[in-house]
């Protein structure tokens, strides 16, 4: 059974407006939380990570809300571009130690210009 | 710029080979890590390591083995290529607290004929 999970294969969103991608997870003990951004023959790379202690983290373009009593997080862009198009993974870990993460299956963001 | 570094792009074997997948980190990281990525499943863990000469199972190990002789390589070995073993294996490293978790490599995308 997946312990984390992205409900959601794929979107699509016209560039300029909201990409909303969803994230849900089982596991209680889940501490810390990432996204990682995914281009085509590249490995992910580290976008935005939250502690539990927080409930929002931004970094320019993006945000993440964590819903901790829901275990539900969602990444948001703003405005969205044709270059945020890729694949973004959901990845949670009892910590922050740098291990232990497990990942979502992935979300296919598609912004159309 | 830090990297991770797996040795091929593309690989093309025949079933029932031996396969050795190298990866190498330049960072002195402690932590490495050995996925497969397939559609609509994610990142699997397949092995990883906290140090030189330690492995520890991940989620799929079956068929699977790993060696980590020095701290910078850790390579992934597939004792006997079946087609199911079709599919692109990332290579990542951390050291312990890091808050972005893992770097990737590229990947290497293999195909079992």
């Known amino acids: 059974d997946q312990q984390v999970k992205q409900n959601s294969p794929s979107l699509s969103v016209q560039e300029g407006r909201i990409s909303i991608l969803n994230c849900d997870y089982t596991?209680?003990?889940?501490?810390?939380f990432l996204w990682y951004k995914k281009y085509p023959a590249e490995g992910p790379t580290f976008l935005i990570s939250?502690?539990?202690?927080?409930d929002k983290n931004e970094d320019g373009r993006f945000t993440v809300f964590l819903n901790k009593s829901a275990k539900h997080l969602s990444l948001h862009i703003v405005p969205s571009q044709p270059g945020d198009s890729a694949v973004y993974f959901c990845?949670?870990?009892?910590?922050?130690?740098?291990?232990?993460?497990?990942f979502g299956p992935g979300t296919r963001l598609s912004v159309l210009p | 710029d830090v990297k991770v570094t797996q040795s091929s792009r593309y690989l093309v074997k025949r079933t029932g080979e031996k396969v050795f997948l190298e990866c190498v980190q330049d960072?002195?990281?402690?932590?490495m890590f050995w996925y497969r990525q397939d559609p609509g499943l994610g990142l699997r863990l397949i092995y990883f390591s906290y140090d030189v000469k330690m492995k520890e199972k991940g989620d799929i190990p079956e068929g699977y083995s790993v060696s980590r002789e020095k701290k910078e390589r850790f390579s992934l070995i597939l004792e006997s290529a079946s087609t199911n073993q079709t599919s692109m294996y990332l290579c990542?490293?951390?050291?312990?607290?890091?808050?972005?978790?893992?770097?990737f490599g590229s990947g290497t995308r293999l195909t079992v004929v």
């Open positions: 939250i502690s539990s202690i927080k």
């Open positions: 990542a490293s951390s050291f312990t607290g890091s808050y972005w978790g893992y770097t």
């Open positions: 990845a949670a870990s009892p910590n922050n130690y740098g291990q232990n993460f497990v």
């Open positions: 596991n209680s003990m889940f501490d810390y």
């Open positions: 960072m002195d990281h402690e932590n």
